[in-house]
């Protein structure tokens, strides 16, 4: 291992890689090409040689819209026989009978190799997880927001700033190294309050923006919008961005 405890990248959206010292953790792939160059980790995409990496390999997918769910994954088996998925229970039409595919509804638990897996709740589809790997606590939200719509009524956002407050409530006093959260531009004004909740609550170590495809300028947006954490917040300027928590 190098001098650092994870090498994160973006794929794009919501789907990063996560590489410990053991383990290549491949959460909400989505776009399975590149723009540019050829696939790569480096450049948002997973490549057969990437699989190929001499550790082990758990793919997750933290609900079955398009934009955090492709079936692609499923043939990534052909090249690594090993590697397992941790998927959330709203996925269907999948093996049911493959033993290295898992199913979790929110609140189950898994211990798959040396890794624990809880996954929690989301306000919208699917679950949330906390992965707690090679000694790095990893919370990646899914859908999971404070989703304050401008084009929606004061109840239904009502509804949701009261779900999400009472997910995260759930967390108090879990030590998060990496958290992965939505800041969605799409939300327009609204789009830090989420992720600005999550890191007043919780206080992550390394606070990492998601759920906003190319628009990478949100990130910095949020970052100084948020400027007052002990939080360190990344910026991401491109696909395949490589991240560094030493």
Known sequence: MNNYR??????????FTVETENYLLIFDYYKDSVSKGIKSIENGAISELNLKIP?????????SHFDHFNPVIFTWKKIRPDINYVLSNDITNIDNKDTNI???????????DNIYIKAFSSNDLGVSFLVKVDNINIFH??????????DENGEFNLSMEKSFKSEIKKLEGID?????????????????????????????????????????????????????TNTTIIEIQKRGEEIIYS
């Open 176 to 228: 998060i190294d990496i958290a992965f959260c939505p800041v969605d531009p799409r939300l327009k004004e609204y789009y830090y309050i989420g992720g600005e909740y999550f890191i007043k609550e919780l206080n992550p170590k390394l606070f990492i923006p998601m759920h906003f495809g190319s628009k990478f300028s949100i990130t910095t947006k949020f970052k100084e919008k948020v400027k007052y």
């Open 55 to 63: 550790k082990k390999i758990i793919v997750f997918s933290s609900h």
């Open 102 to 112: 898992n199913i979790l509804s929110p609140y189950e638990d898994l211990y798959l």
């Open 141 to 150: 939200s899914g859908d999971l927001n404070w989703w304050n719509w401008w």
């Open 6 to 15: 994870a090498k994160i990248n973006y794929l794009y959206n919501s789907g």
